[in-house]
Nanobody
Framework: QVQLVESGGGLVQPGGSLRVSCAAS????????WGWYRQAPGKQRELVAQ??????KYADDVKGRFTISRDNAKNTVYLQMNSLKPEDTAVYYC?????????????WGQGTKVTVSP
């Protein structure tokens, strides 16, 4: 089992920056991919950024503005968000994908809310 706890969300003005964190605990050795997703009101959850074995991918609308990174010593994954826009307003979720004895497991955090507004 892996537990994920997000933090760092809040209210920020358009053009501002925010960094959200995802602290992992438990069977972290099994994790091979990390991702950040978001879900805006009335919309489906969508991928924002992903780090799969060192291969990083971003959604088109956050490229050049958002950066996913990891601190392995702290078992923490970050999403640095710059030049924020009102349309970035959403609940941001951390996801970890693990593999163990031939099976894959998805783990999700509880989410942290980001509001971009004047």
């Amino acid at each position: 089992q892996v537990q994920l706890v997000e933090s760092g969300g809040g209210l920020v003005q358009p053009g501002g920056s925010l960094r959200v964190s995802c602290a992992a605990s438990g069977s972290i050795f099994s994790i091979y991919a990390w991702g950040w997703y978001r879900q805006a009101p009335g919309k489906q959850r969508e991928l924002v950024a992903q780090d799969s074995g060192g291969t990083i991918k971003y959604a088109d609308d956050v490229k050049g503005r958002f950066t996913i990174s990891r601190d392995n010593a702290k078992n923490t994954v970050y999403l640095q968000m710059n030049s924020l826009k009102p349309e970035d307003t959403a609940v941001y979720y951390c996801k970890a994908v693990g593999a163990y004895e031939g099976y894959e497991y998805d783990y999700w955090g509880q989410g942290t809310k980001v509001t971009v507004s004047p």
